[in-house]
Protein backbone atom coordinates (compact mmCIF):
# COMPACT_ATOMS: atom_id res chain seq x y z
CA UNK A 1 0.00 0.00 0.00
CA UNK A 2 1.41 3.39 -1.10
CA UNK A 3 0.97 6.13 1.73
CA UNK A 4 3.39 9.33 1.42
CA UNK A 5 3.54 12.26 3.72
CA UNK A 6 2.99 16.09 2.46
CA UNK A 7 4.38 18.88 4.27
CA UNK A 8 2.98 22.20 2.87
CA UNK A 9 5.51 25.38 4.12
CA UNK A 10 5.27 28.83 3.35
CA UNK A 11 8.06 28.54 0.66
CA UNK A 12 8.39 24.82 0.07
CA UNK A 13 6.72 21.42 -0.12
CA UNK A 14 7.85 18.27 1.39
CA UNK A 15 7.10 14.70 -0.30
CA UNK A 16 8.00 11.52 1.57
CA UNK A 17 6.60 8.31 1.06
CA UNK A 18 5.93 5.97 4.53
CA UNK A 19 7.91 2.67 4.49
CA UNK A 20 6.85 0.51 7.84
CA UNK A 21 6.05 3.62 9.57
CA UNK A 22 9.28 5.26 8.76
CA UNK A 23 10.13 8.35 6.84
CA UNK A 24 11.31 6.95 3.24
CA UNK A 25 13.24 9.28 0.61
CA UNK A 26 11.78 11.89 -0.65
CA UNK A 27 11.79 15.34 -2.50
CA UNK A 28 10.96 19.12 -1.80
CA UNK A 29 9.68 21.45 -4.22
CA UNK A 30 9.85 25.25 -3.86
CA UNK A 31 7.13 27.24 -4.78
CA UNK A 32 6.03 31.51 -4.43
CA UNK A 33 3.33 30.88 -1.92
CA UNK A 34 0.60 31.15 -4.54
CA UNK A 35 0.98 28.09 -6.55
CA UNK A 36 2.90 25.11 -6.96
CA UNK A 37 4.81 24.10 -10.35
CA UNK A 38 3.04 22.58 -13.07
CA UNK A 39 5.22 19.97 -13.07
CA UNK A 40 5.96 18.52 -9.11
CA UNK A 41 3.35 15.85 -9.60
CA UNK A 42 5.83 14.01 -12.15
CA UNK A 43 7.90 12.74 -9.18
CA UNK A 44 4.80 11.16 -7.47
CA UNK A 45 3.54 7.59 -8.04
CA UNK A 46 0.88 7.13 -10.52
CA UNK A 47 -1.50 5.85 -7.37
CA UNK A 48 -1.10 6.85 -3.92
CA UNK A 49 -4.04 4.59 -1.37
CA UNK A 50 -3.61 7.23 1.44
CA UNK A 51 -1.65 10.05 1.96
CA UNK A 52 -1.50 12.63 5.54
CA UNK A 53 -0.82 16.66 4.74
CA UNK A 54 0.06 19.08 6.91
CA UNK A 55 -0.22 22.81 6.22
CA UNK A 56 0.79 26.34 7.44
CA UNK A 57 0.41 27.62 3.76
CA UNK A 58 -2.88 29.96 2.46
CA UNK A 59 -5.64 28.13 1.49
CA UNK A 60 -5.92 28.53 -1.82
CA UNK A 61 -2.10 26.62 -2.16
CA UNK A 62 -3.49 24.25 -0.12
CA UNK A 63 -6.58 23.53 -1.35
CA UNK A 64 -4.29 23.43 -4.74
CA UNK A 65 -2.15 20.37 -3.70
CA UNK A 66 -5.47 18.85 -2.44
CA UNK A 67 -6.91 19.33 -5.79
CA UNK A 68 -3.34 17.81 -7.42
CA UNK A 69 -3.54 14.53 -5.33
CA UNK A 70 -7.72 14.07 -5.75
CA UNK A 71 -6.64 12.64 -9.54
CA UNK A 72 -4.00 9.89 -7.62
CA UNK A 73 -4.96 9.51 -3.65
CA UNK A 74 -8.02 7.34 -2.40
CA UNK A 75 -7.47 9.21 0.91
CA UNK A 76 -6.09 12.32 2.56
CA UNK A 77 -6.02 12.76 6.51
CA UNK A 78 -4.91 16.08 7.27
CA UNK A 79 -3.06 17.00 10.79
CA UNK A 80 -4.03 19.46 13.26
CA UNK A 81 -1.96 20.39 16.23
CA UNK A 82 -3.56 18.35 19.62
CA UNK A 83 -3.02 19.42 22.71
CA UNK A 84 -1.07 15.95 23.41
CA UNK A 85 -0.47 13.04 21.26
CA UNK A 86 1.63 9.57 22.56
CA UNK A 87 3.05 11.03 25.50
CA UNK A 88 3.87 14.43 24.05
CA UNK A 89 2.01 17.27 25.68
CA UNK A 90 2.27 20.86 24.43
CA UNK A 91 2.49 24.01 26.26
CA UNK A 92 0.03 26.19 24.78
CA UNK A 93 -3.92 26.43 26.70
CA UNK A 94 -5.29 27.41 22.47
CA UNK A 95 -3.89 24.26 20.92
CA UNK A 96 -5.01 26.01 17.86
CA UNK A 97 -2.34 28.58 18.26
CA UNK A 98 0.48 26.57 17.94
CA UNK A 99 1.68 25.96 14.11
CA UNK A 100 1.32 22.25 12.89
CA UNK A 101 4.16 22.54 12.13
CA UNK A 102 5.86 23.29 15.30
CA UNK A 103 3.37 20.60 17.23
CA UNK A 104 4.98 17.83 13.96
CA UNK A 105 8.77 18.52 14.89
CA UNK A 106 7.47 18.16 18.64
CA UNK A 107 6.73 14.87 18.16
CA UNK A 108 8.88 13.94 15.68
CA UNK A 109 11.66 14.52 18.57
CA UNK A 110 9.76 12.82 21.43
CA UNK A 111 9.65 9.49 19.25
CA UNK A 112 13.38 9.82 18.77
CA UNK A 113 13.31 9.12 22.38
CA UNK A 114 13.93 10.94 25.99
CA UNK A 115 14.66 14.69 26.02
CA UNK A 116 15.56 17.22 26.80
CA UNK A 117 14.95 18.34 22.82
CA UNK A 118 16.16 22.58 21.61
CA UNK A 119 13.83 22.63 18.58
CA UNK A 120 15.03 24.76 15.53
CA UNK A 121 13.02 26.07 12.88
CA UNK A 122 14.40 27.65 9.98
CA UNK A 123 12.18 29.26 7.41
CA UNK A 124 10.91 32.01 6.93
CA UNK A 125 10.42 32.29 10.77
CA UNK A 126 13.01 31.17 13.13
CA UNK A 127 10.76 29.01 15.67
CA UNK A 128 12.67 27.38 18.90
CA UNK A 129 10.55 25.06 20.97
CA UNK A 130 12.14 23.21 24.09
CA UNK A 131 10.90 19.34 24.91
CA UNK A 132 11.75 18.08 28.40
CA UNK A 133 12.86 14.96 29.04
CA UNK A 134 8.66 14.28 30.02
CA UNK A 135 7.90 14.69 26.68
CA UNK A 136 6.28 17.95 27.55
CA UNK A 137 6.66 20.95 25.43
CA UNK A 138 7.80 24.17 28.06
CA UNK A 139 7.07 26.35 25.23
CA UNK A 140 8.49 28.80 22.84
CA UNK A 141 10.12 31.41 20.76
CA UNK A 142 9.39 32.78 17.33
CA UNK A 143 11.70 35.14 15.61
CA UNK A 144 12.63 36.36 12.15
CA UNK A 145 14.83 34.14 10.15
CA UNK A 146 18.53 34.92 8.90
CA UNK A 147 16.71 34.80 5.06
CA UNK A 148 13.87 37.36 6.07
CA UNK A 149 16.03 39.69 7.90
CA UNK A 150 18.08 39.99 4.99
CA UNK A 151 14.53 40.71 2.79
CA UNK A 152 13.27 42.89 5.18
CA UNK A 153 16.45 45.16 4.67
CA UNK A 154 16.19 44.69 1.11
CA UNK A 155 12.54 46.29 1.23
CA UNK A 156 13.71 49.50 3.33
CA UNK A 157 17.00 49.75 1.55
CA UNK A 158 17.30 47.98 -1.77
CA UNK A 159 20.74 48.72 -2.07
CA UNK A 160 21.37 46.51 0.19
CA UNK A 161 21.68 42.93 -1.44
CA UNK A 162 19.47 39.52 -0.38
CA UNK A 163 22.17 37.25 -0.38
CA UNK A 164 25.54 36.30 -0.04
CA UNK A 165 28.35 37.44 2.25
CA UNK A 166 30.16 35.02 5.21
CA UNK A 167 29.95 35.10 8.70
CA UNK A 168 33.04 36.72 10.25
CA UNK A 169 33.68 38.40 13.61
CA UNK A 170 34.09 41.89 12.68
CA UNK A 171 33.17 42.50 8.43
CA UNK A 172 34.85 44.59 6.24
CA UNK A 173 32.39 44.55 3.49
CA UNK A 174 28.22 45.40 3.61
CA UNK A 175 27.79 41.26 2.00
CA UNK A 176 29.87 39.77 4.99
CA UNK A 177 28.09 42.25 7.87
CA UNK A 178 24.74 41.62 6.47
CA UNK A 179 25.20 37.43 6.63
CA UNK A 180 27.44 38.13 9.73
CA UNK A 181 24.44 39.91 11.37
CA UNK A 182 21.54 38.59 10.56
CA UNK A 183 23.19 34.69 11.33
CA UNK A 184 24.71 35.63 14.45
CA UNK A 185 21.11 37.38 15.97
CA UNK A 186 19.62 34.23 14.46
CA UNK A 187 22.41 31.52 16.39
CA UNK A 188 22.69 33.95 19.49
CA UNK A 189 18.59 33.60 20.05
CA UNK A 190 19.43 29.96 20.05
CA UNK A 191 22.28 30.05 22.18
CA UNK A 192 20.01 31.98 24.84
CA UNK A 193 17.70 29.78 24.88
CA UNK A 194 19.68 26.78 25.25
CA UNK A 195 21.22 28.29 28.34
CA UNK A 196 17.78 29.29 29.61
CA UNK A 197 16.90 25.85 28.97
CA UNK A 198 19.37 24.44 30.97
CA UNK A 199 18.19 26.39 33.87
CA UNK A 200 14.82 25.72 33.37
CA UNK A 201 14.86 21.87 33.07
CA UNK A 202 18.49 21.12 34.53
CA UNK A 203 20.41 19.65 31.37
CA UNK A 204 21.76 21.05 28.53
CA UNK A 205 19.50 20.25 25.68
CA UNK A 206 20.05 18.08 22.28
CA UNK A 207 19.70 21.11 19.77
CA UNK A 208 18.02 19.29 16.71
CA UNK A 209 18.12 22.15 13.73
CA UNK A 210 15.53 21.95 10.84
CA UNK A 211 14.30 23.67 7.43
CA UNK A 212 15.30 25.30 4.95
CA UNK A 213 17.51 27.82 6.02
CA UNK A 214 19.36 25.12 8.73
CA UNK A 215 23.27 25.01 7.13
CA UNK A 216 23.53 29.07 8.70
CA UNK A 217 22.19 27.53 12.22
CA UNK A 218 23.84 24.75 12.49
CA UNK A 219 26.93 25.85 11.52
CA UNK A 220 27.02 28.56 14.26
CA UNK A 221 25.73 26.14 16.89
CA UNK A 222 28.43 23.54 18.67
CA UNK A 223 27.18 20.09 19.01
CA UNK A 224 23.85 21.02 16.86
CA UNK A 225 22.31 17.83 14.89
CA UNK A 226 20.86 19.03 11.30
CA UNK A 227 17.38 16.81 11.29
CA UNK A 228 15.80 17.69 7.46
CA UNK A 229 12.85 15.24 8.27
CA UNK A 230 11.97 16.41 11.39
CA UNK A 231 8.86 17.07 11.00
CA UNK A 232 8.09 14.49 8.37
CA UNK A 233 9.06 11.91 10.82
CA UNK A 234 6.36 13.58 13.54
CA UNK A 235 3.61 12.88 10.69
CA UNK A 236 5.05 9.40 10.44
CA UNK A 237 4.47 9.06 14.14
CA UNK A 238 0.91 10.75 13.68
CA UNK A 239 0.15 7.87 11.29
CA UNK A 240 1.02 4.95 13.23
CA UNK A 241 -1.21 6.49 15.94
CA UNK A 242 -3.93 6.72 13.87
Known amino acids: MAEWLFDLGNTRLKCAPLEQGRVGEGFA ?3 DGRALPGDWTHALPARIDSAVLAS ?7 ASLLAALGGRCGRVSRVHTEPGF ?4 IAYAHPERLGVDRFLALLGAHARGPGPWLLVGVGTALTIDLLDRDGHHRGGR ?3 SPALMRESLHRRAPHLPLQGGRHVAFADDTDDALASGCEGAACALVEASRR ?3 QLVGASPTVLVHGGGAAAVLAGIEGALA ?3 LVLEGMARWARGQ
Not at 56 to 62: S, Y
Not at 86 to 89: I, L, T
Open 29 to 31: VAH
Open 56 to 62: VAPAPLR
Open 86 to 89: AGMR
Open 142 to 144: IAP
Open 196 to 198: DAM
Open 227 to 229: APT
